[in-house]
């Protein structure tokens, strides 16, 4: 079964700096890797996605995510943080178009001081 | 387009009383996934249907966690009888079909506190 690890819990920036979240996963078939942003008291919100093509995914406020196979990761980027983007960040995986279960991390507590 | 509904938004009971949530998907999404997520954590798969089949409920604590989804629409999940450990936020998503590539649209939760 797949699995996904999340390599840091708090992220700290200030405001304007870049940032990079990082995720791993494992599994033994070809996966679909999710970002999902979680802003107090809400739910999940999908923030971007790969499911095939170009390695390289975009989400519309800026963040990018890099499926990278022979590292087995999917880091999150964005060059300059609002403080607005104070959230937590989930990656998520499942494996392929045949199965729809879907693994979470731990999540990233991002912040980002003015 | 109404997102995923869930109520209530926040419930505090006495352990060992009945708990129940409930979910009213996005129209048209025929999968229904609910998970539950603990503080710090991550969410975890407790069941997912397909219509109204439970075709995953393996990590679904069956001697007190029941779930229902009658006519492949809105969904409810019971916890009798409640347990301090069951102090969570429980989250119900769903999806338009069962490939993996559609992610999933979430509800805004109901976050249970068991005293």
């Known amino acids: 079964a797949q699995s996904v690890t999340q390599l840091d819990s708090q992220v700290p920036v200030f405001e304007e700096a870049p940032v990079e979240l990082r995720c791993n996963y494992s599994?033994?078939?070809?996966?679909?890797l999710f970002w999902y942003v979680q802003y107090p008291n809400q739910g999940l919100q999908l923030l971007l996605k790969y499911l095939s093509g170009s390695t390289l995914v975009e989400s519309i406020n800026g963040f990018e995510a890099e499926f990278n196979k022979s590292q087995t990761s999917f880091h999150l980027r964005k060059p300059s943080v609002h403080i607005s983007d104070t959230a937590e960040y989930f990656c998520?995986?499942?494996?392929?178009?045949?199965?729809?279960?879907?693994?979470f991390g731990a999540g990233t507590r991002l912040t980002v001081k003015p | 387009e109404a997102g995923v509904v869930q109520s209530p938004r926040y419930k505090i009971i006495e352990k060992k009383q009945p708990v129940a949530f409930w979910c009213n998907p996005i129209s048209g999404h025929n999968t229904l996934y609910w998970y539950r997520q603990n503080l710090g954590q991550g969410p975890e798969l407790l069941i997912r249907?397909?219509?109204?089949?439970?075709?995953?409920d393996s990590q679904l604590p069956k001697d007190r966690f029941s779930a229902e989804r009658l006519k492949g629409v809105d969904s409810t999940l019971k916890i009798q009888p409640a347990e301090l450990g069951d102090s969570a936020v429980y989250l119900c998503?769903?999806?338009?079909?069962?490939?993996?590539?559609?992610?999933?649209?979430f509800g805004s939760g109901t976050r249970l506190t068991v005293v």
């Open positions: 998520a995986v499942s494996e392929g178009p045949n199965n729809n279960d879907m693994r």
């Open positions: 599994s033994s078939v070809s996966v679909y």
């Open positions: 249907y397909e219509n109204e089949e439970a075709v995953d």
């Open positions: 998503a769903s999806s338009p079909g069962q490939g993996g590539g559609y992610g999933y649209t």
